[in-house]
């Protein structure tokens, strides 16, 4: 797949409460469409590997008035993808979108009710589809901590949930199997692990068949380029703990990936804010990766 841009379309990559507050009456008018992208990824069990499901839910009970949640899980995915939360092509994409009051031209702030990651992966779905968006920083936590309302019930309907939104062909900003065997065989680039230490070791327990991380690949957990309440860490502290792992910040042919797409979201969304370009993230990730046991993982700290 071709590159992410990584200029977004005259968005900022992120903003804070009160200045989504301010949007208020954007958000009444429909240029500004608030969309909670919470899902709920559970421990594995012996009959669900991936109990991953829609935290519409959680949306229901408390989330920021005027915003409404939209499905990662099934409505944002290709149903006929061999893993979880892949990008749905731009038919269905548009489609789902449109159902949720994004119109042509519209601005969507992008929100979860966790850490983070679940907003950062809307936000870079967008992003690669040339819809200006934007991930509010700490999410629903810090709107509560801003002081600021939550309400409960269904969302609103929507005025011309049929109004058509004309997407791309193709999304720009991931990477498929094929372009991560290229690296892994010797070719441009560098992969980047985004998960935990442990996990990036394989000393950890893993919910994927086999543990550890694609060979050749360097370790930058998500976790370190935000703070505990989920929000981002200064751009300066996020060059501090990237340049001694990736170089410094500049276009560089950098694949993220992590379990599912996620997690390596997170950390896109720190690197870009940090001046980092030329970004991908692997959409299948070690799920897709590791479902063949012919495919190749190593086990150890990074080299």
């Known amino acids: 797949m071709a590159e992410s841009r990584d200029r977004g379309p005259g968005t900022r990559p992120t903003l804070d409460p009160s200045e989504l507050a301010a949007l208020a009456d954007d958000v009444a008018a429909g240029d500004v469409v608030v969309l909670d992208a919470t899902a709920q990824l559970g421990p594995p069990t012996p009959q669900r590997r991936y109990p991953l499901d829609s935290g519409a839910a959680l949306w229901e009970a408390a989330h920021i008035p005027g915003s409404r949640h939209v499905d990662l899980v099934d409505a944002l995915s290709d149903p006929g993808a061999g893993f979880h939360l892949s990008v749905a092509a731009a038919p269905r994409m548009g489609a789902a979108l449109a159902a949720v009051g994004v119109r042509p031209g519209a601005r969507v702030v992008c929100y979860d009710s966790g850490d ?97 991380h694609i060979p050749g690949s360097v370790n930058l957990p998500a976790h370190r380029v935000r703070d505990e309440a989920g929000r981002l860490a200064d751009a300066d502290l ?66």
């Open 116 to 212: 983070g990651s679940w907003a950062a992966r809307l936000w870079w779905i967008l992003r690669g589809f040339d819809v200006p968006a934007s991930v509010l920083d700490g999410g629903l936590a810090a709107w509560r901590a801003a002081g600021f309302d939550v309400v409960s019930g269904p969302a609103e309907p929507v005025a011309d949930p049929s109004a058509p939104l004309v997407l791309p062909g193709t999304a720009r900003g991931w990477a498929t199997i094929d372009d991560v065997r290229t690296v892994v065989d010797g070719g441009p680039g560098t992969l980047v692990c985004a998960l935990g230490e442990g996990q990036f070791a394989g000393v950890e327990p893993t919910r994927y068949p086999r543990p550890g």
């Open 238 to 303: 996020v060059r501090a703990v990237a340049e001694p792992v990736l170089g410094p910040p500049g276009p560089q042919p950098i694949t993220l990936y992590c379990g599912m797409g996620v997690s390596a979201a997170g950390l896109a969304l720190g690197l870009v804010g940090a001046g980092y370009t030329g970004l991908r993230i692997y959409d299948g990730s070690l799920e897709e990766w590791t479902a063949d046991p012919e495919r190749p993982l190593d086990t150890g700290g990074a080299s």
